[in-house]
């Protein structure tokens, strides 16, 4: 059986990382190590290291084209047919790609989180389940100011120009159009337990049928 890739997408800050962690700390200790990964587009944007620091910051990094999505297609494929891969590191303080990768092996299955993943039609067809996180705009904005001063080195200053320059516009022309083709939409955010429970069911019926 080839593995269940889940992507699970919606704005910055709507809480894809929270339900995919969570997901996958719950079900590592039932199943184990072999049974299920993440994967983050956002170790995907593309590498900077050409450019100087005041260029790459102001790269649009709400647009596709910000992300590699060839090299994770490519990756999501070669664990398709059971090939390890590399997976880059991404610094949100140097805007690029740190010289470390993560090996990571094929597990049964892997989920997949980040804001433009239905945006490339190769990279869509990969998933066998879409999942988009509803949570309103408002909300995420607040959650993105908390998280960004806290984690990822950032002045309020820096956040709220960037979020109308492109954050905001990018969500309305590419994010909130990729709900058309989830199979779940999840409102409340990261922490909506029925949503984990239900994707936790589903999953656990997959691994069972990959261990018979
Ligand atoms: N339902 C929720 N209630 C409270 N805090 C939440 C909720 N969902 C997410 N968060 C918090 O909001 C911030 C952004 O969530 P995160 O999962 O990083 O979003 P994303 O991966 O979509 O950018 C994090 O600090 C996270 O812990
Ligand atoms: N150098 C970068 C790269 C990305 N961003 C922002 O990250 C957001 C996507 O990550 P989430 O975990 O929030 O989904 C995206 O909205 C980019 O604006 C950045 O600020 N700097």
Partial sequence: ?????????????????????TIYDELLGEFGENSISIIKEDAYYRAQDHLPM????????????????ELL????????NNQSIETPIYCYQTHTRTDQTTPLNPTSIILV???LLFSNHT????????V??????DICLIRRIQRDTVERG???ESITNQYIKTVRPMYYQHIEPEKSWADLVITKGGKNRMA?????????????????
């Fill in 1 to 21: 059986m080839k593995p269940t890739i889940i992507a699970i997408t919606g704005a910055s800050a709507s809480g894809k990382t929270l339900f995919a962690q």
């Fill in 154 to 156: 950032r002045s309020i």
């Fill in 113 to 115: 989180e980040g804001i």
């Fill in 123 to 130: 990279l869509r067809d990969c998933f066998d389940i879409k």
């Fill in 73 to 80: 297609s490519e990756h999501l494929t070669q664990l398709l």
């Fill in 132 to 137: 988009y996180m509803d949570t309103p705009l």
């Fill in 196 to 212: 984990i429970e239900v994707l936790k069911a589903k999953i656990r019926q997959l691994i069972n049928q990959y261990q018979k």
């Fill in 54 to 69: 005041a260029e790459r910051e102001q790269t649009n990094y709400d647009h596709p084209d910000a992300f590699e999505h």
